[in-house]
Each structure stands twice: as C-alpha cells, then as structure tokens.
C-alpha cells in the first residue's frame, strides 16, 4: 500500500519563527511536491523536486524553500514564519516516466497556523 | 490562470439523490485524474482517465473523459452520506510528465 508521511497532523508558530514540514514516501517515486491548499484558492504548488538534490519553484515559491537530500524525503522550510502563511500543506508524490499518468499520492496534510 | 475549471463549487444534497460534477478547460490533456478529499486529509486518488471518450465506473461513481480530453465528469448515482467531501479534478498537460493542473473543487455534502 503506498504511503506518504508528514511528520505533524498540527502545528502552531510565532511569526519569525524558522519551520520545518517533513515528508517521507515509501513508493521510490522520484516526483515530490509541496502545495498549500486555502478555501477559494484550492491547491498551488509551492516546490517540487523530480530527483535527489534536484528543485524547481512553483507558483508560489516566495517565503519558502525546499531539501531534499535523500529519494524519500522532501522538507519545506519557512524560513521567517509570518501570519500569511498559516495554510494546510500538502506533500505528494509520483512516478516519473514515460506512460506513467502522472497520478500523485498525497499525504494526510499539516495544518499549521502562525500566531 | 485558472486553466480547469469545476463547476458547481458547492452542492448539498439528500441521501439517494443522483448528481454530477463538472471539470472544463480550454486546454487538452493527456490525462486527467479524480481526487476525493475529507476534512482534515490529504487527497485521494480515485482514478485516472486517459482516452478521449473514456467512460470508467468505480461502484455509483462514473467518470467520463471528454472526446477532446479537454473536459471530464464525475456522476454519483443514489448519493451516500460517505460521498461527502472536496472533489478535485486534475490535468496532466503533454510534454510535463510531473506536474499537474487542479481545479479548485467541488466541496459536496450529502444529507441523510
């Protein structure tokens, strides 16, 4: 069964605050993404990583960033943590390659909130 | 840009009724995929369409992918209390074998 860890289901910072999102995936899939997900605004990709050590920004990269120093694992990094921020993240993983559909496996998300 | 589009955004209804959910771009894909999201969770795939015309059923659940592959449907027969949840279409656009492109949803609430 394929699987997508985020290290917290909740998480409560102070603004300025350095945070770390952890997602681990146990499918040996090369994709991973970062999205946030906020009412009327649906998902939008933050950063996604196609390889180990390998990232590219999304639409909305500003005020992140992204590690991702072993195949399974992909952190995100809010550097200064600020008010707007406060979002539920989504991690997801797939398959690359040619024939595969691009089918993304999610993880249960990190509701974090930034006082 | 808003390049898939769902329509409605909200539906509430009663137990047993049937309904269908709608996913349109100006775009063509090479494949599109259903996702289901409860409260609180991440999204879940449901399936994946590939062909243009293709009609795939998962129990009362049928998805149908557009003749152009710019557009999709999800109908829902005899609607169910569990049925409740965020509906997200995706698209895959040729050329990107990773990214996707989400509709922003269609949050459905089935009342028993």
């Known amino acids: 069964d394929v699987k997508v860890t985020q290290s917290s289901r909740y998480l409560v910072k102070r603004t300025g605050e350095k945070v770390f999102l952890e997602c681990v995936q146990d499918?040996?899939?090369?994709?991973m993404f970062w999205y946030r997900q906020d009412p009327g605004l649906g998902l939008r990709l933050i950063y996604f990583?196609?390889?180990?050590?390998m990232k590219e920004k999304g639409d909305i990269p500003e005020g992140y960033s992204v590690s991702r120093e072993k195949k399974e694992r992909f952190s995100l990094i809010l550097e200064s943590a600020s008010t707007n921020q406060t979002s539920m993240y989504l991690c997801?993983?797939?398959?690359w390659g040619q024939g595969v559909f691009n089918e993304q496996f999610f993880g249960p998300g990190t509701r974090l909130t930034v006082l | 840009t808003q390049l898939l589009e769902q329509s409605p955004q909200f539906l509430s209804i009663q137990e047993g009724e049937n309904l269908t959910v709608y996913c349109n771009s100006s775009?063509?894909?090479?494949?599109l995929q259903w996702y289901r999201q409860e409260p609180g969770e991440g999204p879940v795939l449901l399936v994946t369409?590939?062909?243009?015309?293709e009609v795939k059923k998962l129990k009362r659940l049928t998805f149908q992918f557009g003749d152009a592959r710019k557009d999709s449907s999800l109908h829902i027969t005899a609607a169910q209390p569990g049925d409740t949840g965020l509906y997200l279409c995706?698209?895959?656009?040729?050329?990107?074998?990773?990214?996707?492109?989400f509709g922003k949803g269609t949050l459905l609430t089935v009342n028993p």
């Open positions: 775009s063509v894909f090479s494949s």
């Open positions: 990583s196609y390889d180990v050590k």
């Open positions: 369409v590939v062909t243009g015309g």
């Open positions: 995706a698209g895959a656009r040729g050329g990107s074998n990773y990214k996707l492109t």
């Open positions: 499918m040996d899939h090369e994709n």
């Open positions: 997801a993983s797939s398959l």
